[in-house]
């Protein structure tokens, strides 16, 4: 049992921030979160406590749309719109993850980036290649930190050197899941890359074999309108792009995450409530991409759940803080564009979906109540908090204005997450 004081925060609901000032966390053996409390319990009077003084202790971050692969590419590129940007530089930076040698070292940069800002689990994408998805699964087990790894399905509109077949998706998969087997925080994601890059036989393959193994799935979902528009010519039995994934079982049928969803509405929005299908807002890629803004207020209130993606290297960083950033100021806009419809988020709301809502997709993840994995953060916001800010006021000021400096300590499942800088 390990017994933490600082300034907790968390939230337990949308709508309100849980805020203990110089409160306690109480933790077991097992990582797991055994009670969290203003004042410490007599039963725990004979128990060491590890202080730490003014700080804040809040759930680690939880990243549900990232691709691995394009590591070395975030940050640049961003005069684009989605399909030229694939092919101008997405699709031949993926190719060069053959070479087991240049995976290992984007990846171990690509793990290290995730960890130093607060990122503790993540669902994430990465290539063709069974090998080099298997290494990453490695890398994110070696660190201690959680995700679920895609091997990428794509045998359409790629490249000579970025294809797979609907067989060798299906077997590197297979490979993936017994790879991650004995790995209590990795594990795999059947991962079509998006419809117009997988013929039918490909999402039947992929459909398939998320059913034979109960195994989530990721995808992209109204990302972009000449995508969509492209969508509408590749299946044109189906009525709506996400009813292209609902008849290759793959819309609901097991946990899905659909990213982007700039433009889910009718049908489409209808099909993702009733099969409770996450739409994982990424606004910073959304802005950078010239896609769109997602209607998250409309998510929300039909009770879509929706998490936050970094989107690297659509987007240009790995932050989840950021990404609250980006999806207050997104929502502001859509308020305005809505003509004051669609009210924008708060405070409270983003910050549930980066931690409690994003992390339940992989469980009990994301809250400090009893039960939940201890994923969690401390930042020393001292130089932030010039002027005895409240403690919510604090995590606000962290979140436009503080980066990785100030965050000392990085748990995942109870365990310290130490790498090297």
Known sequence: ???????????????????????????????????????????????????????LLMPAMNDLHVHAPQYRN????????????????????????????????????????????????????????????????DLLHEAGMGGMVGLVGMDRNGSETLSNTAEEAVAGTKQLIEHTAQMPLVSAIVTPRFVPSCTPEMMTALGQ???????????????????????????????????????????????????????????????????????????TSNCNLGSGIAPIRRFLEAGIPVALGSDVSGGSGFSIFKVM????????LKWLYTDHQDQFLSLS?????????????????GSFEPGYAFDALVVDDAQLNFDNYSIQHRLERYIYLGDDRQLTHRFCQGREIKLKE
């Open 74 to 137: 975030h940050g640049i590129a961003m005069d684009m719109e989605l399909l030229p940007w694939l092919n101008t530089y997405t699709f031949p930076e993926e190719s060069k993850y053959r070479d087991l040698k240049y995976a290992e070292r984007m990846y171990r940069r690509f793990v290290h980036d995730l960890w130093s800002v607060g990122t503790m689990r993540a669902a994430v994408f990465a290539t063709i290649h069974p090998e080099a998805t298997c290494l990453l699964a």
């Open 349 to 365: 709301e983003v910050f549930y979906l980066g931690t409690k809502l994003g992390g339940s997709f992989f469980g009990k993840v």
């Open 209 to 283: 074999l998320a059913k034979e193994y109960q195994l989530p799935v990721q995808s992209h979902l109204s990302e972009n309108r000449s995508e969509i528009a492209w969508v509408k010519e590749l299946e044109p039995e189906s009525t709506c792009y996400g009813d292209a994934y609902l008849r290759y079982g793959m819309f609901g049928q097991t946990p899905t995450l659909m990213a982007h969803c700039c433009y889910t509405e009718g049908e489409e929005f209808e099909l993702m409530r009733q099969n409770h299908v996450f739409a994982v807002h990424c606004p």
């Open 1 to 55: 049992m390990k017994i933490y004081r600082a300034n907790v925060l968390f939230t337990l609901t949308p709508k309100e921030l849980n805020v203990l000032e110089h409160g306690y966390v109480v933790v077991g053996d097992d990582g797991n979160v055994i009670d969290t409390c203003q004042t410490l319990p007599e039963r725990y009077a004979t128990e060491p406590v590890i202080d730490f003084g003014d700080q």
């Open 325 to 332: 950033q980006y999806a207050l100021q997104m929502s502001k």
